[in-house]
């Protein structure tokens, strides 16, 4: 394993690597650095990310241009109303020479899986990703399998179009860490695309290894947090659970989500403790889909945005917490 990213300050060195993944993607996909942020956020804090945008935004290059960059092996499975479980986790087949069953590993076996369209699949082929998000592993015809790690699911759907399309259950769409929106890059960013599209574009290099990252997922827990920030954090899913605008607010899981990625976002950051902007920076791509609205709440033109924003506002933050203390006890 080479270890030249971790031979100085963590922190520093997270945030070098967050500085190389944006200028490397970049040269591939433009203005989309929030999202590459997002999604790297996601990665060394071991989640999953459900990417919403419309047809045409770049969601698959940037996911496949993403996991070459961190040299992490990637496999894309379009979902479609046809697709089955063992189409994706893998089955076992009969070897005619031998006459025996061996198992046909289905992509799933992979570092980063980009489930494109999730939505398009029927809930039992849906559910076929619940256990390796969750447990890291895959179950096929009674035999439990682990997946190579790092282990992350990318899964994109359509917002806009509800035609022959599955709603996700709210308890697989807990299991995603992040839902992150891509829209439109803005004037700009798209001459600048056409400019890019103009000519050959090549697949930027490797700048960092699966070990590698594997290192940092392993010391991400190490940041260190308050107690006052862990009360905030609790604070604020409580506020979800209690405003009059929501049917349902934030779980446990999605508490435990909320420090993870506040943790990662300081490394980011290039520091080693968490601040409140940390947890506010992070609140809606953890949020925003797990909370679920009234209908008369949607009908006044609320959206999960400005509930969030409403809550982050109504939770005071102690000033102790917005201070690294001078001598930390983990």
């Known amino acids: 394993m080479n270890l030249?990213?971790?031979?100085?300050?963590?922190?520093?060195?997270?945030?070098?690597?967050?500085?190389?993944?944006?200028?490397?993607?970049?040269?591939?996909?433009?203005?989309?650095e929030h999202v590459v942020q997002q999604l790297l956020?996601?990665?060394?804090?071991?989640?999953?990310v459900l990417l919403e945008g419309v047809p045409g935004t770049a969601k698959t290059t940037l996911c496949r241009t993403f996991s070459a960059v961190l040299g992490i092996r990637y496999?894309?499975?379009?979902?479609?109303?046809?697709?089955?479980?063992?189409?994706?986790?893998?089955?076992?087949?009969?070897?005619?020479?031998?006459?025996?069953?061996?198992?046909?590993k289905g992509p799933i076996f992979c570092q980063m899986l980009l489930a494109d369209e999730l939505n398009r699949a029927p809930a039992r082929t849906q559910s076929a990703l619940l256990e390796a998000m969750q447990e890291q592993q895959v179950t096929i015809e009674g035999k439990t399998l682990p997946l190579p790690e790092p282990f992350m699911v990318l899964a994109t759907q359509n917002p806009i179009e509800q035609e022959g399309v599955y709603r996700?259950?709210?308890?697989q769409l807990d299991r995603f860490l992040f839902r992150i929106d891509v829209g439109y890059p803005d004037r700009e960013h798209e001459v600048n695309m056409l400019a890019l599209h103009s000519r050959v574009i090549e697949q930027p290099p490797p700048i960092t290894s699966a070990e590698e990252v594997?290192?940092?997922?392993?010391?991400?827990?190490?940041?260190?947090?308050?107690?006052e920030l862990q009360e905030y954090v609790i604070d604020l899913i409580r506020a979800t659970r209690q405003h009059r605008d929501l049917l349902l607010g934030g779980s446990p899981r999605a508490?435990?989500?909320?420090?993870?990625?506040?943790?990662?976002?300081?490394?980011?950051?290039?520091?080693?403790?968490?601040?409140?902007?940390?947890?506010?920076?992070?609140?809606?791509?953890?949020?925003?889909?797990?909370i679920i609205l009234r209908p008369e709440a949607e009908m006044d033109g609320r959206t999960a945005r400005s509930v969030v924003d409403e809550v982050i506002a109504s939770v005071p933050v102690l000033t102790d917490a917005a201070h690294r203390p001078s001598s930390p006890s983990r």
């Open 4 to 32: 030249e990213l971790y031979q100085g300050n963590l922190a520093g060195r997270v945030s070098q690597l967050h500085e190389k993944t944006l200028q490397s993607v970049g040269s591939v996909v433009v203005g989309m």
């Open 41 to 48: 956020l996601s990665l060394l804090a071991r989640g999953h």
């Open 75 to 104: 496999e894309r499975v379009q979902f479609t109303p046809d697709l089955l479980p063992s189409d994706v986790t893998g089955t076992q087949v009969l070897d005619r020479q031998t006459s025996e069953f061996v198992l046909r």
């Open 168 to 171: 996700l259950p709210e308890a």
């Open 214 to 227: 594997l290192h940092i997922q392993s010391q991400v827990d190490s940041v260190y947090a308050t107690r």
């Open 255 to 290: 508490a435990i989500n909320m420090m993870k990625a506040a943790r990662c976002q300081a490394l980011l950051s290039a520091r080693d403790f968490v601040t409140h902007e940390d947890i506010q920076t992070v609140c809606l791509p953890v949020l925003g889909h797990r």
